[in-house]
C-alpha cells in the first residue's frame, strides 16, 4: 500500500470520526431543545414539512447542492464532501433515537444549559475534527467560498449572510431555532479554531507524519 493510499484511509476516518462527534453535538443540541445550527435546524423544519427524516432530507438536498458545487467549485469537493453529506443527517437522527429511546432526561432549565454547553463544544469538536482532515468541505460549507471566489466579497460576511438566510428558513418551516441556532451562526469560529491548534490538527497530522516516517524506513 502505498504512503498515499495510506494517508488518505488516515484522513477518511478522522472524517468519519469527526462528523460522528459533530453529529452527537447536534443531536444534544436538538434534544436540549435550544437550537441548532441553521442548516440544520432549516432541514429538520422543511423535512418535518415534507414528512421526511432529517437523514433523508438532508441527503437529497446535498445531492442538490454538490452538483452546484460541482459545477461551480469542483475544488472543494473531496472524500470528506461525500462522507459529510451522507453521514451527517442519518447520524444526528441515530444520536436523537438514543437520546430518546434510551436515557430519560427532565428538560429542567439547568438542564437544558448543561445540554446548550456541551452541544456547542461537542459540535464544534466534531466540526474541528472533520475539517482538519482536509478531504473537502461539505456542500454547505463549500457555498460561501465559491461566492468568495466569484465576487470576491469577504468569506465572513458572505458566510453570515448564507447563515441568517437559513435560519430564516427554518423559522419560517418551524425548524428548531434558539439560542444554539445563534451561537452556531455567530460565535463557533472561536472555538473551531482553538480545537485546530489544541487538538484536531496536531494529532492528524501527527498521525500522517508517522505513516509517512514508517514509510522512509522500508
Given at each position: ?81 461525500i462522507i459529510n ?50 478531504l473537502g468541505n ?20 458572505v458566510r453570515v ?58
Amino acid at each position: 500500500m502505498t504512503k498515499e493510499i495510506k494517508e488518505k484511509i488516515i484522513r477518511s476516518l478522522f472524517a468519519f470520526i469527526g462528523v460522528g462527534i459533530l453529529a452527537l453535538g447536534a443531536a444534544t443540541l436538538r434534544i436540549g431543545q435550544v437550537g441548532l445550527d441553521p442548516y440544520t435546524a432549516a432541514n429538520i423544519g422543511v423535512g418535518n414539512t415534507l414528512g421526511l427524516s432529517l437523514g433523508v432530507y438532508q441527503l437529497g438536498i446535498n445531492i442538490v447542492i454538490l452538483i452546484l458545487v460541482f459545477i461551480f467549485g469542483r475544488k472543494y469537493i473531496g472524500i470528506g464532501t461525500i462522507i459529510n453529506m451522507v453521514l451527517t443527517g442519518f447520524f444526528i437522527d441515530f444520536f436523537t433515537w438514543m437520546y430518546t429511546d434510551i436515557f430519560t432526561i427532565k428538560l429542567t432549565l439547568v438542564i437544558r444549559g448543561l445540554l446548550l454547553i456541551a452541544g456547542v463544544l461537542i459540535f464544534t469538536f466534531g466540526a474541528s475534527f472533520y475539517m482538519s482532515a482536509k478531504l473537502g468541505n461539505a456542500p454547505y460549507d463549500a457555498i460561501a467560498p465559491i461566492i468568495v471566489d466569484r465576487t470576491h466579497f469577504s468569506y465572513r460576511s458572505v458566510r453570515v449572510t448564507q447563515d441568517i438566510g437559513f435560519v430564516l428558513l427554518a423559522f419560517l418551516f418551524g425548524g428548531p431555532v434558539g439560542i444554539g441556532t445563534v451561537i452556531n451562526a455567530f460565535f463557533t469560529g472561536p472555538l473551531i479554531e482553538f480545537w485546530n491548534q489544541k487538538v484536531s490538527e496536531p494529532l492528524i497530522e501527527g498521525q500522517v507524519m508517522k505513516v509517512n516516517t514508517m514509510n522512509k524506513g522500508r
